[in-house]
């Protein structure tokens, strides 16, 4: 499975972002799916997560309200609306899945299977 990211960039606080991770090699059906950042001098978080299915999702407590999670398994494609983004959201983004092999459980930081590339995301004052 290869994820690349795209959509990051620099951004004035309080604005809107949306980023993009379309998937090749294999479909996304069976695999969990999330968005983990690395921000400076802080260690990776996931930010966010959704179910194979898509019937569930997460968000860590400083994302939540402001940012959505989605997948749309026909496009093989996994997206992160970002909105009212804050300076502390500065950092490369990475999407990640795990295979699942029929099972259900959500992405973890230690079962990540694989990453994208990362794409910066920078939120101006």
């Known amino acids: 499975l290869q994820l690349v990211e795209s959509g990051g960039g620099l951004v004035q606080s309080g604005g809107p972002l949306t980023l993009s991770c379309p998937a090749s090699?294999?479909?996304?059906?069976?695999?969990?799916i999330g968005w983990l950042r690395q921000s400076p001098g802080k260690e990776r978080q996931i930010m966010s997560r959704?179910?194979?299915?898509?019937?569930?999702?997460n968000y860590a407590d400083s994302v939540k309200g402001r940012f959505t999670i989605s997948r749309d398994n026909a496009k093989n494609t996994f997206f992160l609306q970002m909105n009212s983004l804050k300076p502390e959201d500065t950092g490369i983004y990475y999407c990640?899945?795990?295979?699942?092999?029929?099972?259900?459980?959500?992405?973890?930081?230690?079962?990540?299977?694989?990453w994208g590339q990362g794409t910066q995301v920078t939120v101006s004052s």
């Open positions: 990640v899945a795990e295979y699942l092999g029929g099972c259900q459980r959500k992405i973890t930081l230690a079962s990540v299977d694989y």
């Open positions: 090699g294999n479909t996304l059906d069976d695999y969990a």
């Open positions: 959704i179910s194979s299915s898509s019937r569930s999702t």
